[in-house]
């Protein structure tokens, strides 16, 4: 009873000396006070519960919000601050000897990202704006760190967390869409609206759009997965209608594409195509492309459909560059990334400050309605061409390189699993990252968690399971 005693006058003196802060906090306006106990949980999750600590994160990612877009600093919460935490706690780790499983940190891929982590830091040092490199450099490190190095060290110890993260990502995702939905309707689902309605969890219907088909092939596969009783498989498929919903009404176009590519990817791989000819057939595409190459442009400009609230007059704008705005500027922002990349080939201008010094590169002839001298208007809408500036040609290589590889794996997945089960989620895995890369050509989002914790998350997955097919580490029972 004295001990029973002892522990509740210490719960009743916290809880007065903790309503005390708190009351203080609230007088002075530092409302953040409010949040010291769910900080000290999270730290305990770190230190004793680093899967636990994982599931937190990324359920917490679709439900985010950037400090910058309520007028406050670029950050955020609560996940960068659990990223900067789980990087803090790596290093810690290494420095005690424990590190991820030398497979995992042996695997081409991880030397891969490694490499062009190394070149980020590389060319942060001679930017335009070394502060804003040094930014950009650690915010990519967390993302890897907590995303690709700890999830991939989690889901090697637990296969059963494989399938959990990207449904810990899907549910919370499919809420974000359905308050987008529920707001899009007040506005009659109208095509303006929808570029904003996600906000604040999403800044623009672009980054949403890239998310969302990110995820429909991994669920889907999750859909036809029978490790799952049948009720879980109803509730998966209502996450995937929302998605696909969602999807159709973010009037993304990018997406939609990069969708259909995949599509057609996986048609390909299931009628036996090898990487290798389709490779070849792309290349030979390419060159022939180049031949009719001024009689192509003619029937691009000839094409004056504007984007619309009508879904095939939509999906028709793809392809105007003569009179739509958005796919102006875009052609304008790679132009200015080509200059750039002409002023500092090798190292470029500095990572994470093309949209500081692109502005005096705009040619008159190139500006549109919707053109900034204000470094406010976004990057170089392009995954490929921004590294290009911003790290010079390595920086592209590391890009395009990695692309080709994650092919590689997907191909080799499809053939080498064993387990049916693991090779379709593997396979939808591998689709789902590769709407990213095709996405990539016309935006780029890896500056963001919404779209760096689904591109490392899935990357750490296909470096997990070509490892066990590889049998370079033992392979778990199906569950």
């Given at each position: 009873?004295?001990?029973?005693?002892?522990?509740?006058?210490?719960?009743?003196?916290?809880?007065?000396?903790?309503?005390?802060?708190?009351?203080?906090?609230?007088?002075?306006?530092?409302?953040?006070?409010?949040?010291?106990?769910?900080?000290?949980?999270?730290?305990?999750?770190?230190?004793?519960?680093?899967?636990?600590?994982?599931?937190?994160?990324?359920?917490?990612?679709?439900?985010?919000?950037?400090?910058?877009?309520?007028?406050?600093?670029?950050?955020?919460?609560?996940?960068?601050?659990m990223l900067a935490g789980a990087l803090a706690l790596l290093v810690a780790r290494r420095l005690m000897g424990q590190t991820p499983p030398r497979p995992f940190?042996?695997?081409?891929?991880?030397?891969?990202?490694?490499?062009?982590?190394?070149?980020?830091?590389?060319?942060?040092?001679?930017?335009?704006?070394?502060?804003?490199?040094?930014?950009?450099?650690?915010?990519?490190?967390?993302?890897?760190?907590?995303?690709?190095?700890?999830?991939?060290?989690?889901?090697?110890a637990q296969p059963q967390s494989r399938h959990r993260a990207i449904l810990l990502y899907a549910f919370p995702l499919a809420i974000v869409i359905g308050y987008?939905?529920?707001?899009?309707?007040?506005?009659?689902?109208?095509?303006?609206?929808?570029?904003?309605?996600?906000?604040?969890?999403?800044?623009?219907?672009?980054?949403?759009?890239?998310?969302?088909?990110?995820?429909?092939?991994?669920?889907?596969?999750?859909?036809?997965?029978?490790?799952?009783?049948?009720?879980?498989?109803?509730?998966?498929?209502?996450?995937?209608?929302?998605?696909?919903?969602?999807?159709?009404?973010?009037?993304?176009?990018?997406?939609?594409?990069?969708?259909?590519?995949?599509?057609?990817?996986?048609?390909?791989?299931?009628?036996?195509?090898?990487?290798?000819?389709?490779?070849?057939?792309?290349?030979?595409?390419?060159?022939?492309?180049?031949?009719?190459?001024?009689?192509?442009?003619?029937?691009?400009?000839?094409?004056?459909?504007?984007?619309?609230?009508?879904?095939?007059?939509?999906?028709?704008?793809?392809?105007?560059?003569?009179?739509?705005?958005?796919?102006?500027?875009?052609?304008?922002?790679?132009?200015?990334?080509?200059?750039?990349?002409?002023?500092?080939?090798?190292?470029?201008?500095?990572?994470?400050?093309?949209?500081?010094?692109?502005?005096?590169?705009?040619?008159?002839?190139?500006?549109?309605?919707?053109?900034?001298?204000?470094?406010?208007?976004?990057?170089?809408?392009?995954?490929?061409?921004?590294?290009?500036?911003?790290?010079?040609?390595?920086?592209?290589?590391?890009?395009?390189?990695?692309?080709?590889?994650?092919?590689?794996?997907?191909?080799?997945?499809?053939?080498?699993?064993?387990?049916?089960?693991?090779?379709?989620?593997?396979?939808?895995v591998f689709l789902g990252l590769v709407t990213y890369f095709v996405h990539g050509v016309l935006n780029n989002y890896l500056d963001t968690d919404k779209a760096?914790?689904?591109?490392?998350?899935?990357?750490?997955?296909?470096?997990?399971?070509?490892?066990?097919?590889?049998?370079?580490?033992?392979?778990?029972?199906?569950?």
């Amino acid at each position: 009873m004295k001990a029973w005693a002892k522990s509740d006058r210490a719960v009743v003196a916290s809880s007065v000396i903790f309503a005390a802060v708190l009351s203080a906090a609230w007088w002075v306006d530092a409302w953040y006070v409010a949040l010291l106990p769910a900080a000290l949980a999270v730290l305990g999750l770190a230190i004793f519960r680093l899967d636990a600590y994982l599931a937190v994160l990324v359920a917490a990612v679709p439900l985010s919000l950037n400090l910058e877009d309520i007028g406050g600093v670029g950050l955020y919460l609560p996940t960068e601050p659990m990223l900067a935490g789980a990087l803090a706690l790596l290093v810690a780790r290494r420095l005690m000897g424990q590190t991820p499983p030398r497979p995992f940190l042996a695997h081409p891929t991880t030397r891969w990202v490694a490499a062009s982590l190394i070149w980020i830091a590389f060319t942060a040092v001679l930017s335009w704006d070394p502060l804003v490199s040094l930014k950009f450099f650690v915010a990519r490190l967390w993302f890897v760190a907590g995303f690709f190095l700890l999830a991939g060290q989690i889901f090697l110890a637990q296969p059963q967390s494989r399938h959990r993260a990207i449904l810990l990502y899907a549910f919370p995702l499919a809420i974000v869409i359905g308050y987008t939905l529920v707001r899009h309707a007040g506005y009659g689902f109208d095509k303006d609206a929808g570029h904003w309605v996600m906000s604040p969890f999403f800044k623009d219907h672009t980054s949403y759009g890239a998310v969302l088909a990110m995820f429909i092939p991994p669920v889907f596969a999750l859909v036809l997965s029978k490790r799952f009783e049948l009720v879980w498989r109803v509730a998966i498929g209502g996450v995937l209608g929302i998605l696909l919903v969602g999807m159709v009404l973010s009037y993304t176009r990018a997406a939609w594409v990069s969708l259909a590519a995949v599509t057609a990817l996986f048609a390909l791989m299931r009628l036996g195509f090898r990487l290798k000819t389709l490779l070849f057939i792309g290349i030979g595409a390419l060159l022939a492309g180049t031949l009719v190459l001024d009689s192509l442009l003619i029937q691009l400009e000839r094409n004056d459909q504007d984007s619309s609230d009508n879904l095939a007059e939509h999906v028709e704008s793809i392809s105007n560059v003569s009179s739509d705005a958005s796919n102006l500027e875009r052609l304008n922002r790679w132009s200015c990334a080509l200059a750039l990349f002409k002023e500092r080939p090798l190292t470029g201008w500095g990572p994470g400050t093309y949209q500081f010094v692109y502005a005096p590169f705009q040619r008159s002839e190139h500006r549109t309605i919707i053109s900034t001298n204000n470094a406010d208007g976004g990057n170089a809408h392009s995954e490929y061409l921004g590294p290009l500036a911003e790290q010079g040609v390595p920086g592209a290589l590391f890009v395009v390189g990695l692309f080709g590889w994650v092919l590689h794996l997907g191909f080799r997945l499809y053939r080498t699993v064993a387990d049916a089960e693991t090779r379709r989620l593997a396979v939808g895995v591998f689709l789902g990252l590769v709407t990213y890369f095709v996405h990539g050509v016309l935006n780029n989002y890896l500056d963001t968690d919404k779209a760096s914790a689904p591109f490392w998350g899935f990357l750490a997955l296909l470096v997990v399971w070509d490892l066990e097919a590889q049998r370079q580490i033992p392979s778990p029972k199906p569950r």
